[in-house]
């Protein structure tokens, strides 16, 4: 079983930076494609950034590229989403997700949405506050 451990989130107020980190180990696989999600209150679970196995290639949506960041180090098996230029919209409880490599050949499929996933973290609160 493969166990996904967020941690970072809390306060910041508008235009601060914050930096979530994340743990997957377990399973069969030494590494996994990552992703970050968030679930602001009321709404639906969007898929914000994900990364592969290799930390060769990204995928951002609209809505955070350019202000967030997803970056990975397997050595220590961590993933991270640094995040900036913060809004009160920003404010939800983020997610970190891991799935088995999507990799054929050279070419990544990257995940693009909650099925894509198998392995869930608990969440972590972000606030932002204006």
């Known amino acids: 079983q493969v166990q996904v451990v967020e941690s970072g989130g809390g306060f910041v107020q508008t235009g601060g930076s914050l930096i979530l980190s994340c743990s997957a180990s377990g399973g069969t696989y030494a590494f996994y494609d990552m992703g970050w999600f968030r679930r602001p209150a009321g709404k639906e679970r969007e898929l914000l950034a994900a990364i592969s196995w290799t930390g060769g290639t990204t995928y951002y949506a609209n809505s955070v590229r350019g202000r967030f960041t997803i970056s990975r180090d397997n050595a220590k098996k961590m993933v991270y989403l640094q995040m900036n230029s913060l809004k009160p919209e920003d404010s939800a409880v983020y997610y970190c997700?891991?799935?088995?490599?999507?990799?054929?050949?050279?070419?990544?499929?990257?995940?693009?949405?909650?099925?894509?996933?198998?392995?869930w973290g608990q969440g972590t609160q972000v606030t932002v506050s204006s």
């Open positions: 997700a891991a799935t088995p490599p999507r990799t054929e050949g050279s070419v990544w499929h990257p995940p693009s949405k909650d099925a894509d996933f198998h392995y």
